[in-house]
């Protein structure tokens, strides 16, 4: 592909980076600001462009990417240039009369050059807040965008040349061969966003080189729902949490447990949601984004052929046209392909329980996902279900949107990942805590004890 950087080069940006970053132009936070600035405006003058590369890439309505991505983006670089000051001051551990004497202290010091491999479904947000973070902590970066996004990457790679400090930010762009090279070099963090599978071979290329690591993933994110539920304004949260971006959130809704004698009502609401958002039928909706790829629209056509006569809202793909329609199934079972895999697309199934003690059983059967969404006006059935399971958020009543609250940590755990990011936490993500102490002389008239020769009369003392 054009716009791949060439394997050769790799190396040699590795290199200019830690030149870059070992000139020490980022100790400076007012040069942090500024390139916190220039990647604002890297955003704010191009946001145009960036629709035209969402538009590309994932055929996407102008609404979601100012609402999933620009927005946030932007949002995160005003928090980490307000906040920068405070973030990096040195900190002083407790008042201790042994220790405070010694002027023990936490110097809040850039990890170094590091690394952020981005997936495709949400190309500049995912970019745009690490970065943040890592600019903040004084850290160089180089950015690995997706493949299935090229015209994402073009761009990112255009702008990153124009605005941001070469001999600190760079975007590297390439499948998997070039990833790999990546990879093999040294790094003081590496973030890897995507599925689990890359996740364990990203993971085991940082043991080699010994980098520490962050890894996002995603899995089936389930949600229950209680019958004492707000079911108008729950329906229409779940299918847009579920809908938006084609279901190609690593926080989607993967499933919907719902007790088995509850299912007609269910449906019933989803199916009155569905249709104010599609009145003329998904087909003719200019409010959807379309699939990545072909591949992955085979294989979520796949997904819903194989479960054919449950389907009762849309259905119908088009893999030539990437497109699939906002799909629900009904009536689903542990052994439907459905449930074999994260489905990231725009499919929702919903599988009927007996009981909340099964559905509990049933997630907690399984690996712990990104987020477990909780849908009831029941302070009690929301505690059973947050008390009884583990997932990287536990929300209720709300889809997706969790992740931009200021404040709150952005991650899994488990197989959903581990590391946070967003806000602070991306700046602590890319910052090592170095330990300084400076001991006067005088300690010794306490501490002389710990010298040679040892007796027991030390030991008493
Ligand atoms: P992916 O794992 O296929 O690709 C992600 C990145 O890994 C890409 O940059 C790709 O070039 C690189 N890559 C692919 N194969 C590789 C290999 N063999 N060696 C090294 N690098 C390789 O993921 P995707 O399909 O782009 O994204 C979808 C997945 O990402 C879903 O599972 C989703 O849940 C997850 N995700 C998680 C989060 C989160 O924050 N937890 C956010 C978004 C997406």
């Known amino acids: 592909m054009s716009h791949y950087t060439p394997l050769e080069e790799i190396a040699a940006i590795h290199t200019a980076l830690n030149q870059g970053f070992r000139s020490g132009k980022l100790k400076s936070i007012a040069y942090r600001k500024q390139q916190l600035l220039s990647l604002a405006y890297l ?20 609404l979601e990417g100012a609402f999933l991505e620009i927005d946030g983006s932007i949002t995160e670089i005003k928090t980490a240039l307000n906040s920068v000051d405070k973030w990096a001051k040195t900190e002083r551990p407790p008042f201790s009369l042994t220790w405070t004497p010694m002027r023990p202290a936490i110097r809040k010091e850039p990890k170094g050059v590091c690394l952020n491999i981005v997936p495709f479904n949400y190309p500049l947000w995912l970019v745009v807040s690490p970065l943040a973070g890592a600019i903040a902590a004084g850290c160089a970066m180089v950015v690995k965008p997706s493949e299935l996004t090229p015209a994402m990457g073009a761009l990112l790679a255009e702008l990153f040349a124009k605005y941001m400090d070469p001999d600190l930010y760079r975007v590297v762009n390439g499948a998997i061969p070039e990833t790999t090279k990546l990879l093999d070099l040294p790094w003081g963090h590496i973030l890897y966003t995507g599925s689990g ?17 962050s890894l ?29 971006n084609a279901g190609q959130t690593c926080v989607a809704p993967d499933y919907v447990l719902v007790p088995r004698d509850f299912q007609d009502t269910f449906v019933a609401a989803l199916t009155e949601a569905y249709n104010a958002f599609y009145p003329s039928g998904p ?13 992955h629209t085979a294989r979520i056509k796949r997904l819903i052929d194989e479960t054919k006569g449950k389907t009762v809202l849309g259905g119908e793909a088009d893999v030539e046209r990437k497109y699939v329609a ?3 199934v009904r009536d689903v079972g542990p052994q439907d392909s459905l449930m074999s895999e994260e ?12 009981s909340l003690d099964e559905a509990i059983a049933f997630v907690n059967a399984r690996e712990h996902p990104l987020v477990l969404y909780v849908m009831s006006q029941d302070s009690a ?12 958020a536990a929300i209720a009543n709300e889809y997706i949107i969790h992740c931009g609250v200021d404040g709150l940590p952005f991650g899994g755990i488990g197989p959903s990942g581990n590391g946070y990011h967003t806000g602070k936490f991306s700046f602590d993500m890319f910052t090592h805590l170095r330990a300084v102490l ?13 010298y040679p020769p040892y007796d027991d009369k030390k030991l008493k003392a």
């Open 326 to 328: 906002p799909t629900v």
């Open 43 to 62: 955003i704010k003058d191009n946001a145009e462009r960036f629709q035209e590369a969402f538009a590309a890439d994932l055929g996407r309505p102008v």
């Open 216 to 244: 996002e993933l995603g899995g089936k994110s389930p949600v229950f729902v209680d019958p004492k539920c707000d079911l108008t304004v729950g329906a229409r949260r779940l299918l847009w949490g579920k809908f938006v």
């Open 438 to 450: 400076d001991s006067p002389g005088w300690i010794d008239r306490i501490l002389g004890a710990r």
């Open 283 to 295: 087909g003719a909706s200019t409010s959807l984004t379309h699939i990545v790829s072909s591949a």
């Open 343 to 354: 489905i990231f697309g725009p499919v929702l199934p919903i599988v009927p329980v007996d």
């Open 197 to 213: 599978r890359v996740g364990k071979i990203v993971a085991g290329a940082a043991a080699k080189t010994l980098s520490p690591v």
């Open 381 to 392: 059935f929301k505690s059973k279900v947050f008390d009884n399971t583990q997932s990287g």
